[in-house]
């Protein structure tokens, strides 16, 4: 089990002094596979910082084009957890009936059509999850038109019947902040705005992540679709809010360990779209949190981000 804690630093990092590292952990803690939880948030913290260190040393690319990368990964991600499930089930021809994302549960398939239900072909979810792949691999001109597409399909819920209006017009809950739906366009036209511009800006300059990110994504997509967890659930509204919290975490300990501000770009992108959601949010939606909390919860990172990272370059010490 120790080995687990070793995937949190860079290949290079491992290689060199993975066991090292290893032996260390025996010796202080011996007949133990996993070491005590503070020692385990230590290394995984020290992970972190490793991997931001090694991604600054790196001078392939500038720091605000890797951070619009970032960016793009995490507008992908913020579009494509409201339907994990809903991918689920297209993917092994699943109906799920009353446990559908929310408002119809027919028409999953064309061969499943309900009345006062479009029958649809492809599911809404599918189209941020063929930007997230494309993204990691690093081709932003794949990510280009399911970006596009997904603009249009937020744009004609209830008249098409490519995508119809099963896991469109259904909200996603998140733990973090109010419902993002396919309709209210602006996670869409972010993510294609951004997707433009790395196309722009050559994208062989792009780093290109493995396949192996997709496990988590891939796992996500198993549980919800197997316990038929829907993004209105509250142990999904759970399990977001502490992933939010910790990819927040994880901006602070790059930030605070490099003085880089590229980890500043995806957090900014990612509060844009969160407050937009509450700004516009319908009276009838439920809200996850008080908006006042979740507001300054969305906000309070940025000046914070950026405060880490000058006092780094002045060398003022961060408390």
Request: aromatic share 10%.
């Amino acid at each position: 089990m120790n080995r687990l804690l070793l995937a949190a630093y860079p290949r290079a990092y491992r290689a060199r002094q993975g066991e090292e590292l290893l032996a260390t952990l025996a010796e202080a803690y011996p007949g133990r596979s996993w070491p005590p939880l503070r020692e385990a948030v230590a290394l995984m913290r020290g992970g972190v910082q490793a991997r931001a260190r090694a991604t600054v040393e790196d001078r392939s690319r500038p720091w605000w084009l890797d951070g619009l990368h970032l960016a793009a990964l995490v507008l992908a991600a913020l579009a494509l957890v409201p339907y994990l499930q809903d991918v689920w089930d297209w993917a092994l021809r699943i109906d799920p009936g009353g446990r559908a994302i929310n408002f119809h549960h027919a028409g999953w398939f064309p061969w499943a059509q309900g009345s006062g239900t479009f029958t649809r072909t492809l599911p809404y979810g599918l189209l941020p999850l063929v930007c997230l792949v494309a993204l990691l691999r690093g081709k932003p001109w794949i990510a280009l038109p399911a970006a596009a597409a997904m603009i249009y399909a937020g744009a004609t819920v209830g008249s098409s019947t490519l995508f119809g209006d099963e896991g469109v017009v259904g909200p996603g809950y998140y733990g973090m902040a109010a419902p993002i739906r396919a309709t209210d366009l602006a996670l869409s036209v972010a993510l294609f705005i951004v997707s433009a511009a790395l196309t722009a800006c050559r994208p062989g300059r792009l780093r290109r992540r493995s396949y192996s990110w997709l496990v988590p994504v891939v796992l996500a997509m198993a549980v919800a679709g197997g316990l038929h967890i829907t993004s209105g659930d509250p142990w999904f509204q759970r399990g977001q809010l502490v992933l939010e919290v910790a990819a927040l975490i994880a901006a602070w300990m790059a930030t605070t360990a490099t003085g880089d501000y590229r980890w500043l770009i995806p957090v900014a992108a990612f509060t844009i779209v969160r407050t937009q959601a509450i700004v516009v949010q319908p009276d009838w939606l439920m809200e996850s949190l008080p908006s006042l909390a979740v507001l300054i919860a969305l906000i309070m990172p940025l000046p914070a981000l950026a405060i880490a990272a000058q006092r780094r370059h002045s060398g003022t010490p961060l408390g």
